[in-house]
Each structure stands twice: as structure tokens, then as C-alpha cells.
């Protein structure tokens, strides 16, 4: 497994958290916690979202983006996920990082300081470079979109 120094800036309102960590040696995300106030949880009632603060600022090297995605424990028990997923980190942002939460399932979620809200992924990217053409290669699809393939 490869490793890319990236450094990162705990915010005021970071204070007594734990920095990101893989919670096992072959989890590809890390751990993003909630940097809410201590006495001000913040409640996602069903159908709505709401912008948590993580207080921290990263410094990508350029070449790279970091990923916010949803935890699938929070997904699968309490229908959790991000709005924009996954959401991504520009290598040139300085600024915090936020995760948009929003609640699908059925009952008020909250959201207390320190809790893991979802998870962040540091990945390489590759940006195109457009070539104009008259025409595009055949292939079976061809211009088959949305189902073309079947539904199940």
C-alpha cells in the first residue's frame, strides 16, 4: 500500500479530538469526527441535511483529491448518508472541511462532538485533455443510456 504525506490543520473548535485515523491497517478511508460543540449537538430530522463542521484543513499535494463518503454503518442503521457523494477536496483548498449529512431514514438523527460521520479517501486524479473528434468509435452499447442493459 502506498502512502502520500498530506498536512493537515486542526481548527480552534478541533480541540480534544482525535486527528482522522484508519481504524484497521487495510481501511482505505479514514475516520472523519464531528467538531460541534460540546453542548450544542446538532439534529438531522428525517428528509433534511444539515453542514457539520470536521475542523480540520488539509494541503493536498497537487495530483491528488481527498473523497468525503458516507460510513455504511451510519448508512445501514440509520439510513446516514452525504448529500454530494462522494464529495471532494480540491488538492488548491484551504479551507475546512465540512460534510453535508443527510438523513434518509425515519427517526431524528443527532449528531454529537467526536462522533465518526463519515469517512475521507486520499486518491490520485487524472485530469483529460479533451481531443475534438467528428466521430466516436462503434461499440455494442453505442448511445444506450439509463437502463439500456437491462434492470436487474
Not at 442503521?77 to 425515519?106: F, M, Q, W
Amino acid at each position: 500500500m502506498s502512502t502520500v504525506p498530506v498536512k493537515i490543520k486542526p481548527l480552534d473548535h478541533y480541540e480534544g479530538l482525535a486527528l482522522p485515523a484508519y481504524e484497521t491497517p487495510q481501511s482505505a478511508g479514514m475516520d472523519l469526527r464531528a467538531a460541534v460543540p460540546a453542548g450544542a449537538p446538532v439534529s438531522i430530522p428525517p428528509g433534511e441535511w444539515r453542514l457539520i463542521p470536521v475542523g480540520i484543513a488539509i494541503a493536498l499535494p497537487a495530483g491528488y483529491e481527498a473523497q468525503v463518503r458516507p460510513r455504511s454503518g451510519l448508512a445501514a442503521k440509520h439510513g446516514l448518508s452525504c448529500v454530494n457523494t462522494p464529495g471532494t477536496v480540491d488538492a488548491d483548498y484551504r479551507g475546512e472541511i465540512r460534510v453535508n449529512l443527510i438523513n434518509h431514514g425515519k427517526a431524528n438523527f443527532v449528531v454529537n462532538r467526536g462522533d465518526r460521520i463519515a469517512q475521507m479517501i486520499i486518491a490520485p486524479v487524472t485530469q483529460a485533455v479533451w481531443e475534438v473528434a467528428d466521430t466516436l468509435d462503434e461499440t455494442t452499447r453505442g448511445a444506450g443510456g439509463f437502463g439500456s442493459t437491462g434492470t436487474k
